[in-house]
Antibody
Framework: EVQLVQSGAEVKKPGESLKISCQGSGYSFSLYWIGWVRQMPGKGLEWMGI????????KYSPSFRGQVTISADKSITTAYLQWSSLKASDTATYYC??????????????????WGNGTTVTVSS | EIVLTQSPGTLSLSPGERATLSCRASQSVSSSFLAWYQQKPGQAPRLLIY???SRATGIPDRFSGSGSGTDFTLTISRLEPEDFAVYYCQQAGTSPPWDFTFGPGTTVDIK
């Protein structure tokens, strides 16, 4: 079974650092892009960025570039999202998701097919 | 950067009714890159539709997707109690290829 399992909830103070994880299993982790998505309390989904674990090629949404760092360690099939200095506005649930590509006779189809269980991050003094 | 707009913001319907959700893009999106997700409270999003019209594994056939260019639609033919949720459209990499923007979502709630 293809799964993405995320690390547990975190409570942090403003200014602290944090690294959350997303471990994949049941598939060739290195071969599929992993994206990160933020959901602030009561709000919608925001795409943050995406990484290819095979070579750690990383792309960021302009809204999140410089605010977070996405990384991966393919040897332990894990992707990471980290902050160097948290703010109260980072309070949210963060999801990882696998980008899948399927092929038809005429085109390639792209979508996020498997999602992690989410990590809730609370930043409060 | 492509912006997705969803309407209505909230759809209040009764079980058994038909739901029609709209997703409009600020510029043309390849159908290959348009997906729909369902999210229930306290749960991760779940893939419903990909390639604008293909149902994901295990998704009932009361869910259907259509559209092309800048206008896409998710239709739920007859609402079941478990279908009351928030629905998001996403363009998965039209331009730039690593842009996976979501729409703001449509809430389908019980009337």
């Amino acid at each position: 079974e293809v799964q993405l399992v995320q690390s547990g909830a975190e409570v942090k103070k403003p200014g602290e650092s944090l690294k959350i994880s997303c471990q994949g299993s049941g598939y060739s982790f290195s071969l599929y892009w992993i994206g990160w998505v933020r959901q602030m309390p009561g709000k919608g989904l925001e795409w943050m960025g995406i990484i290819y674990p095979g070579d750690s090629d990383t792309k960021y949404s302009p809204s999140f570039r410089g605010q977070v760092t996405i990384s991966a360690d393919k040897s332990i099939t894990t992707a990471y999202l980290q902050w160097s200095s948290l703010k109260a506005s980072d309070t949210a649930t963060y999801y990882c998701a696998r980008r899948f590509v399927s092929r038809t006779s005429t085109s390639l189809l792209y979508y996020m097919d498997v999602w992690g269980n989410g990590t809730t991050v609370t930043v409060s003094s | 950067e492509i912006v997705l707009t969803q309407s209505p913001g909230t759809l209040s319907l009764s079980p058994g009714e038909r739901a029609t959700l709209s997703c409009r893009a600020s510029q043309s999106v390849s159908s290959s890159f348009l997906a729909w997700y369902q999210q229930k409270p306290g749960q991760a999003p779940r893939l419903l539709i990909y390639g604008a019209s293909s149902r994901a594994t295990g998704i009932p056939d009361r869910f259907s997707g259509s559209g092309s260019g800048t206008d896409f639609t998710l239709t739920i033919s007859r609402l079941e109690p478990e279908d009351f949720a928030v629905y998001y459209c996403q363009q998965a990499g039209t331009s730039p290829p690593w842009d996976f923007t979501f729409g703001p979502g449509t809430t389908v709630d019980i009337k």
